[in-house]
């Protein structure tokens, strides 16, 4: 099983630039969510989905959008990309979201905004 | 505001003693706990948790972790480090209530276990 896998895993952007990290699982999970990871900072939740056409907002969703129109696929867009967005970007899902099942994680997406 | 937190940022520790490392939270009702593993440029492993029951919990690679509800601590503990245990450990709680999955985490603490 190829797990969660986000594609790209390194990105350089400019300044007010889009782009939107992809991110996949094979498991036929419920529940997806986006993560940042900054230093000294932990995970922040940045959106998540309970399933295919349900999205809501996590800690920090502003300057992000998600849709889940497939169980497989929760793109994270960034429309017009800031510094501040400079992060590590982790996909996770996990199976019933009701049954504190553990989380599996992708590798990331590193990402610089210049 | 429910919160988790790591008071260490590192933890040194020669291969062969044993380890802790640490994690308090504060959050209404009754908690969900977690440990995860960070190993260099990987997303993160689940290596326990505790729902309820039995304070002490068992997870992969060795590694066991005490929930104290009147600490409000889920430490996480290993009797005999190994160097390959070197990596970023996250302690997470989920937010109790509610149908969703959503986890608060600490911010890290980063073992070193010296050869």
């Known amino acids: 099983n190829a797990g969660v896998t986000q594609t790209p895993k390194f990105q350089v952007l400019k300044t007010g630039q889009s782009m939107t990290l992809q991110c996949a699982q094979d498991m036929n999970h419920e529940y997806m969510s986006w993560y940042r990871q900054d230093p000294g900072m932990g995970l922040r939740l940045i959106h998540y989905s309970v399933g295919a056409g349900i999205t809501d907002q996590g800690e920090v969703p502003n300057g992000y959008n998600v849709s889940r129109s497939t169980t497989e696929d929760f793109p994270l867009r960034l429309l017009s990309a800031a510094p501040s967005q400079t992060s590590v970007y982790f996909c996770?899902?996990?199976?019933?979201?009701?049954?504190?099942?553990?989380?599996?994680f992708g590798d990331g997406t590193r990402l610089s905004i210049l | 505001a429910q919160s988790v937190a790591q008071p260490e940022d590192q933890v040194n520790v020669a291969e062969g003693n044993p380890l802790t490392v640490k994690c308090t939270y504060s959050?209404?009702?009754?908690?969900?706990l977690f440990w995860y593993v960070q190993y260099p440029n990987r997303g993160l492993q689940f290596l326990l948790k505790?729902?309820?029951?039995?304070?002490l919990v068992k997870g992969s690679y060795g590694f066991e972790a005490e929930f104290n509800k009147s600490q409000t601590s889920f430490h996480l503990k290993k009797p005999s480090a190994l160097v390959s245990d070197s990596a970023l450990y996250f302690c997470?709680?989920?937010?109790?209530?509610?149908?969703?999955?959503?986890?608060?985490f600490g911010t890290g603490t980063l073992l070193a276990v010296q050869p």
């Open positions: 959050v209404s009702g009754n908690p969900y």
């Open positions: 997470a709680v989920r937010v109790p209530g509610g149908a969703t999955n959503k986890l608060i």
């Open positions: 996770a899902s996990s199976t019933d979201s009701r049954r504190n099942q553990p989380q599996h």
């Open positions: 505790y729902i309820t029951g039995d304070n």
